[in-house]
């Protein structure tokens, strides 16, 4: 729906206000209802699964580039290297990804992009050691010991033989991943240390409610359905894949 929204719906429709209907129970006319200021929740809701979603995928694009970069190279190379980059990433474990993210986000300042920053550097660690240890089983593999005995060089080696070989184990974490990334993105919009008005996002638009529970508790159900189904449907689609993309699971 995120995808297909702007296609079928004009983008004046979700900023439309109409004060005489500002507040109104779900209709024919208004399926969401309306907010506070008369702007149709509904058009509102498929505006922020726009934002929403696209913060997690590019927050979860740069924890994947970033986490395969430290788990191959620290796998790869091991030695006091290895030590300094697992070190690092216990470092960053140490706090969890809702808790370094809005930390990241008041140091570099509230907005799209730095929210983006923010949730990427926070889901890094997890992607890299998922990575390392991956890596790992894949390196003790015959074909990647005879590849070694052949002369293969690092590069090859890793692009060739690890790192196609990882990429399930990846797929899911990243479809995890988007899950708490949206997750994240709410969690920081709502004390203000994420996206900023004009721009429509599920944590802004939770926030925006909260004063309107006593007159117009849907405007926050709605959004927060959105949230709760969408984060239940990547997890689930993470389940799926796993037992898809893993012959381990297999019987």
Known sequence: MAVLAPLVIPPEYATRMDIRARLSPPTWTHPFGT?????????????????????????????????????????????????????????FLSFTA????????????????NTIIAIGVAFTPYLAR???????????????????????????????????????????????????????????????LGTQPPSASWGL????SRDYLDRGSWTALVRGLAVALTVLGLNLLG???RDVLDPRAKR
């Open 130 to 192: 998922i990575v390392r240890g991956e890596a790992l089983r894949v390196a003790a593999m015959p074909y990647v010991k005879a590849a070694r005995s052949a002369g293969t060089r690092d590069l090859p080696m890793m692009t060739r033989h690890i790192l196609p070989n990882i990429m399930p184990a990846i797929i899911v974490q990243a479809t995890i991943s988007l899950a708490f990334a949206i997750l994240a993105e709410a969690g920081l919009s709502f004390p203000g």
């Open 35 to 91: 907010d506070q200021l008369g702007r149709d929740l509904m058009y509102r809701v498929l505006l922020g699964a726009q934002t929403s979603l696209g913060i997690a995928v590019a927050a979860v694009g740069i924890s994947i580039v970033l986490g395969l970069h430290l788990g191959l190279i620290s796998r790869y190379y091991g030695g006091r290297l290895d030590n300094v980059l697992m070190r690092l990433v216990d470092a």
């Open 98 to 113: 809702l808790l370094l993210a809005p930390t990241i986000s008041a140091v570099l300042g509230p907005n799209v992009q």
């Open 239 to 241: 389940d799926v894949l």
């Open 205 to 208: 638009m939770i926030l925006a």
